[in-house]
């Protein structure tokens, strides 16, 4: 029985290492989850590219016709871009920005997680729900716009944002009523428990009165994609 064991034994290795072809099984798992956003990401900037070229081409044909109507649809366009996040917006403003806590060279105390110590995507919401509510006109996270259909997504430490991957401190800026905005995020909940923990543990939160600020234009599509459940 002793070499028929030995032999089973010898075989699941061989075919372990040719699963493996001489590399960590386990590392390989671990890669992939990054492989596939750095891949999303790549898509998510020639399509933003591709985006940006159609939008001037159209820019370009609208702005040669001569036809009073034509004028009057640029005009439209203009209004309705505007409305859509799709120009830029300069204005009294202000900038937030969070950042991860340094973890304790002596380790992190008893009754806190390592997960304390990071910025989460309900922290983020949560500075981005009070800066509309304190009537922001425009609003921007990192280097993109915020539009009603845009989604805020992390994973782990790193923030995902229409396909493109940011590292913290992240920034969210505003132009709108500064008074009214500030007030707005010393009175949301979520803000602030986390500026407790920030007053507990280190994590970095800054508010920056800006004047002028600048809130970038929109790129990308207008579309909602949503899924169809089968009846």
Known sequence: ???AVLAVIG???VTTARLAHGTDLRADRLSELTDLINTEQRQADEVA???ERLRDQVEAATASGSDPEDAELQQRI???GAAAGMDEVVGPGL???LDDAPIPSDGIPDGYAVDDYVVHQQD???VVNALWAGGAQALQMMDQRIISTSAVRCVGNTLILK???YAPPYTV????PVDRMQRALDASPGVGVYRQYSELIGLGYDVETLDPATVVAYEGSLDLRYARGSS
């Not at 800026?173 to 709108?176: D, Y």
Request: glycine share 12%.
């Open 1 to 3: 029985m002793v070499p």
């Open 11 to 13: 075989l699941l290795l």
């Open 49 to 51: 590219a591709q985006v």
């Open 78 to 80: 203009q209004e309705v």
């Open 95 to 97: 900038t937030v920005t």
């Open 124 to 126: 983020l919401q949560g």
């Open 163 to 165: 396909g493109r991957v």
């Open 173 to 176: 800026t505003a132009v709108g």
